[in-house]
């Protein structure tokens, strides 16, 4: 009975740091949400001030901010469902990751000089892996299903 003691006391020990560092985990990315969503508002507020100024390059600044608070609002979520259902949910981290990619396409086009052709490959083929994943997780959830 003292082993199977220490055993238990031990999981619920480990369980607790898990969570624990979950919880970190969050709440940096709560913190790291908030400030992108204030860059955003800033370059949102600096464009509207400055709008006989307003550029392409604004634009896309201020979307790839808006991109930035998707992200970090999206990772919350992930991480919230990981801990209620205790397990990833591939499709959900999938879409993540097409959306950070998505916001790299759109920072690289605005800066069309630093876009090389090997870069525009990788990009284009990362996305194309991504959709190809993403719809082959969908499909065999729905298989799963029937």
Do not use: P
């Not at 913190?31 to 508002?41: D, E, F, P």
């Not at 392409?56 to 209620?84: C, G, K, P, R």
């Amino acid at each position: 009975m003292g082993k199977e003691n220490m055993r238990t006391s031990m999981a619920r020990a480990l369980r607790l740091i898990n969570i624990s560092l979950y919880i970190f985990v969050i709440l940096l990315t709560v913190v790291v949400s908030l400030l992108s969503l204030y860059i955003a508002i800033t370059s949102i507020l600096g464009s509207i001030r400055g709008i006989a100024s307003l550029t392409d390059s604004n634009i896309i600044s201020i979307l790839s901010s808006l991109f930035l608070v998707v992200l970090t609002m999206e990772l919350i979520e992930m991480f919230i469902a990981y801990m209620e259902r205790g397990m990833i949910i591939v499709d959900m981290v999938i879409a993540i990751v097409l959306t950070a990619v998505a916001r790299e396409l759109l920072i690289n086009f605005a800066n069309i000089e630093s876009l090389t052709l090997q870069r525009g490959i990788i990009i284009t083929a990362a996305i194309l892996t991504l959709s190809i994943s993403y719809w082959l997780v969908n499909k065999a959830e729905q298989i799963k299903k029937t």
